[in-house]
């Protein structure tokens, strides 16, 4: 009897695959979205950096007045002891925490609530910011890394500044070995090999080099020994002229 593919594998969810979140040392959570957050002010100040290896940015742990600790994402230029803000009435301050309705134009802005109370979803990668474009009553728009704009409402929070950590792929692996335990940390799949290199018997894309010996398409419903290559495609191949001589 074969084994399994490692498609297959991985979506079993068995040991091997699994995230190895019992090293993970926090996790990342605005406050709850109360009394405080919605129209007051709460004060605190960064009481240590964290290097998660769950997270490829340095996090930081903010001590507030009423005893609570929260975990979040630090900004470039920020330093333990500097003060941090949480709430509607919030000073605009490096990485305190603000709706949008609350935060100029222009602004750089970073772990953004995708609705609010979620605790922060988007623009989280070392080096990344988004900015806020326009507002309107309902509406707040906001453009993203991706250079796409996002219509979010007004009371979705987010932190002021640029999420630490940008430059960290400028510099050069050097050896293999260093790029297998950087995924190690996060069980990431790596290396990632092409279907066609591999065997028959291992990808259904194998069994001779540059040369799937069947169709791209895959069906929507197809197991995950098969779901490879263009999924559901509406189409492929070029495209067919329809201007006529």
Same mark, same amino acid.
């Given at each position: 009897m074969g084994k399994?593919?490692? @498609?297959?594998?991985?979506?079993?969810?068995?040991?091997?695959?699994?995230? *190895?979140?019992?090293?993970?040392?926090a996790e990342i959570a605005y406050r709850l979205l109360d009394d405080i957050e919605?129209?007051?002010?709460?004060?605190?100040?960064?009481?240590?950096?964290? &290097?998660?290896?769950?997270? @490829?940015t340095v996090l930081m742990r903010v001590h507030f007045t009423n005893g609570e600790d929260v975990v979040l994402p630090a900004p470039e230029g920020i330093a333990i002891g500097d003060e941090v803000f949480s709430g509607a009435v919030s000073p605009l301050r490096l990485g305190s925490v603000l709706p949008l309705? @609350?935060?100029?134009e222009g602004a750089y802005?970073?772990?953004?609530?995708?609705?609010?109370? &979620?605790?922060?979803?988007?623009?989280?990668?070392?080096?990344s910011y988004a900015v806020v474009s326009s507002k309107e009553a309902r509406v707040i728009y906001v453009n993203m890394p991706s250079r796409h704009t996002l219509e979010? @409402? *007004?009371? =979705?929070?987010a932190q %002021?500044?640029?999420? =630490?950590?940008?430059?960290?792929?400028e510099r050069p692996m050097?050896?293999?070995?260093?790029?297998?335990?950087k995924k190690h940390a996060q069980n990431r799949k790596w290396p990632v090999n092409r279907g066609v290199h591999m065997s028959a018997y291992t990808h259904p894309f194998g069994g001779k080099q540059h040369h799937k010996g069947r169709s791209s398409a895959t069906s929507r419903g197809a197991p995950p020994g098969?779901?490879?290559?263009? %999924?559901?495609?509406k189409s492929m191949g070029r495209r067919k002229s329809t201007t006529k001589d």
């Open positions: 399994l593919l490692k @498609q297959q594998r991985r979506g079993k969810g068995s040991g091997a695959y699994r995230a *190895p979140s019992h090293r993970y040392k919605k129209s007051g002010s709460l004060r605190g100040a960064v009481s240590e950096f964290i &290097d998660n290896p769950g997270h @490829q309705s @609350q935060i100029p802005i970073f772990n953004l609530e995708r609705s609010p109370g &979620d605790g922060g979803k988007l623009v989280r990668a070392p080096g979010l @409402q *007004p009371t =979705c929070r %002021i500044g640029i999420t =630490c950590g940008g430059g960290r792929l050097l050896k293999a070995g260093v790029n297998f335990f098969r779901k490879v290559g263009n %999924i559901a495609a």
